[in-house]
């Protein structure tokens, strides 16, 4: 009787069991990211002052997968020693074919105040440091419909260090 009364309940978890697993399948799929470089640029201010500092922090993403993955976002604090954090959200939407690395530039600025001005020497060589995550959607049909339904959205952490040079040109206007 017990053997009966176990196989029961194997038959009736089973269903969940096989779900679970589907739902986990691919986890090993996702993205890889790699740092390659934070390039910042001083952004003069009246007079000729400098008044903030964009960054673009470049970022390959690579699919090791052998089906294509759609990215959503990327989640991101890049953190300049002495100057300031940023926190943002960029939207990547596109799809990364399989084992063909992508170069994206992530955006970043930091206003420089007056106190940080007179407390700094922007000659320096600044150290930078970039954490985050890359939320995307598992590959195929089952990928698909999870990410949809808002149940299952998984996300690459990366982070990423270095250091740098202020550029003290100012971008040419439109």
Same mark, same amino acid.
């Given at each position: 009787?017990n053997?009966?009364? #176990? +196989?029961?309940?194997?038959?009736?978890?089973l269903?969940?069991?096989?779900?679970?697993?589907?739902?986990?399948? %691919?986890?090993?799929? %996702?993205?890889?990211?790699?740092?390659?470089?934070? $390039?910042?640029?001083v952004?003069? %201010?009246?007079?000729? +002052?400098?008044?903030?500092? =964009? @960054?673009?922090?470049?970022?390959?993403?690579?699919?090791?997968?052998?089906k294509?993955?759609?990215?959503?976002?990327?989640? @991101? /604090?890049?953190?300049?020693?002495d100057?300031?954090?940023f926190?943002? #959200?960029?939207a990547?939407?596109?799809? !990364?074919?399989?084992?063909?690395?992508?170069?994206?530039?992530?955006?970043?600025?930091?206003?420089?105040?007056?106190?940080?001005?007179?407390?700094?020497?922007?000659?320096?060589?600044?150290?930078w440091?970039?954490?985050?995550?890359?939320? @995307? =959607?598992?590959?195929?049909?089952?990928?698909?419909? !999870?990410?949809?339904?808002?149940?299952? $959205?998984? /996300?690459?952490?990366?982070?990423?260090?270095?250091?740098? $040079? !202020?550029? #003290?040109?100012?971008?040419s206007?439109?």
């Open positions: 009787m053997v009966d009364h #176990r +196989s029961q309940i194997l038959v009736r978890l269903p969940a069991l096989l779900l679970v697993a589907l739902a986990l399948g %691919g986890c090993d799929s %996702g993205p890889r990211l790699r740092t390659l470089e934070a $390039r910042p640029v952004i003069a %201010g009246a007079e000729g +002052s400098p008044d903030a500092v =964009q @960054y673009g922090i470049e970022v390959e993403i690579l699919n090791p997968s052998d294509d993955v759609p990215l959503e976002r990327l989640d @991101y /604090t890049f953190t300049v020693k100057v300031g954090v926190e943002g #959200r960029w990547v939407f596109r799809t !990364l074919p399989p084992g063909v690395p992508a170069n994206v530039v992530i955006p970043a600025s930091m206003v420089l105040s007056p106190e940080i001005l007179e407390d700094i020497d922007l000659d320096r060589v600044f150290s440091r970039i954490e985050g995550g890359l939320r @995307y =959607q598992s590959p195929g049909l089952l990928g698909q419909i !999870l990410f949809d339904a808002g149940i299952r $959205r998984p /996300t690459e952490d990366f982070t990423g260090s270095g250091t740098f $040079r !202020l550029d #003290r040109s100012a971008p206007e439109p």
